[in-house]
């Protein structure tokens, strides 16, 4: 009345091919990477659930084992997905400050320039430039 050993078997199986999927996807994980892996695990827990009226056997509980690897390694990819989020955000932060920082500094150069150009003072003093002096700010 239980499952035959081939539908234990194919249910190991399929757990194997979820896990193997996970780890695949393990350098590069993508929310299509996770969803995907997601429904392979979905799948093989319904396999697996269909066979729960099978009596306990050694393949029957190598498929449960491996069910639970195939979660924690979709765990483990969850965790890694949203550390590289925060990070990515991070980046595009301090890149937006060094932009910033760069804008402003061009901007006073600008500035600077031009008001040498205007009276042929040093922007910051007041004094006189000489021609070398109205270079440097060029």
């Known amino acids: 009345e239980g499952a035959t050993p081939?539908?234990?078997?194919q249910a190991q199986a399929?757990?194997?091919?979820?896990?193997g999927a996970l780890a695949q996807?393990?350098?590069s994980v993508t929310n299509a990477d996770i969803a995907a892996a997601r429904a392979r695990v979905e799948?093989?827990?319904?396999r697996l659930s269909a066979l729960q009226g099978a009596p306990n056997n050694?393949?029957?509980t190598a498929a449960r084992a491996a069910l639970t690897e195939a979660q924690a390694a979709l765990d483990r990819q969850r965790s890694a997905l949203a550390t590289a989020k925060i990070d990515a955000e991070r980046q595009v932060f301090e890149r937006a400050n060094r932009l910033r920082d760069a804008q402003t500094a061009?901007?006073?150069?600008?500035d600077n320039l031009a008001r040498v150009e205007a009276d042929g003072k040093d922007p910051l003093t007041?004094?006189?430039l000489t021609d070398a002096g109205k270079?440097?700010?060029a």
């Not at 061009?106 to 600008?110: D, K, S, T």
């Open 43 to 46: 799948e093989a827990r319904a």
């Open 25 to 27: 996807t393990a350098g």
């Open 6 to 9: 081939e539908e234990i078997a």
């Open 58 to 60: 050694d393949e029957l």
């Open 126 to 128: 007041g004094a006189p």
């Open 106 to 110: 061009f901007a006073a150069a600008r």
């Open 135 to 137: 270079r440097a700010y």
């Open 14 to 19: 399929q757990v194997e091919s979820a896990r």
